[in-house]
């Protein structure tokens, strides 16, 4: 199994949009509605920020919205603002209780 | 509230074996699968496996399977990571997670247990 792929890096200023794919096959991204979305700030844990593709944990800013088309992901991230800068990581179920990630994007705000 | 207490940092030189623990709590601990997730220094995050405290099935990675063991003792509602012949490149931050109901989403995540292998 190969890492779902994402873009190195993405940016905007604030007040801006950025949207980042995650690129996978129909054997993950493809064949499940189970996409989730991952923000890690530097020397932190993960947070769960989309799941099932477009859902928010409570608590998750409407800025954040996912979608799904074909065999790619992508999370927008609505009018940026400074502390949204971070990682964000994509992730896939993948059959047989297995989950891949991408391979993460950098978030910078100009 | 759900939280996942992950063991202290470790120092560990090639070839000793290690084992780190997460204690969860604020939830059924034997109806959740629980997990592991690497990220080596400056690099992404890789799933690594999950038991079920249940019943004990586990599932791997195919690119952790036979590296590591996970476990879990659902008596004290902890879950295991454990190498028996620990390399260089085993050094990591470790996090331990809880998926969902379904085993579909990592919904929580521990604090990360530092291990670092040098000779």
């Known amino acids: 199994q190969s890492a779902l792929t994402q873009p190195p890096s993405a940016s905007g200023s604030p007040g801006q949009s950025v949207t980042i794919s995650c690129t996978g096959t129909s054997s993950d991204v493809g064949g499940y509605n189970y996409v989730s979305w991952y923000q890690q700030h530097p020397g932190k844990a993960p947070k769960l920020m989309i799941y099932?593709?477009?859902k928010r944990p409570s608590g998750v800013p409407d800025r954040f919205s996912g979608s799904k088309s074909g065999n790619t992901a992508s999370l927008t991230v609505s009018g940026l603002q400074a502390e949204d800068e971070a990682d964000y990581y994509c992730n896939s179920y993948a059959g047989s209780n297995n989950l891949l990630f991408g391979t993460g994007t950098k978030v910078t705000v100009l | 509230e759900v939280q996942l207490v992950q063991s202290g940092a470790e120092v560990k030189k090639p070839g000793e074996s290690l084992k780190i623990s997460c204690k969860g709590s604020?939830?059924?601990?034997?109806?959740?699968?629980i997990g592991w997730v690497r990220q080596m220094p400056g690099k992404g995050l890789e799933w690594m496996g999950i038991i079920y405290p249940g019943d004990s099935d586990t599932r791997y990675s195919p690119s952790f399977q036979g590296q590591v063991t996970i476990s879990a003792d659902k008596s004290i509602t902890t879950a295991y990571l454990q190498w028996s012949s620990l390399k260089a490149s085993d050094t990591a931050m470790y996090y331990c997670?809880?998926?969902?109901?379904?085993?579909?989403?990592?919904?929580?995540w521990g604090q990360g247990t530092l291990v670092t292998v040098s000779s």
């Open positions: 099932e593709v477009s």
């Open positions: 604020g939830y059924t601990f034997t109806t959740y699968w």
């Open positions: 997670v809880r998926e969902d109901i379904v085993a579909t989403t990592v919904e929580y």
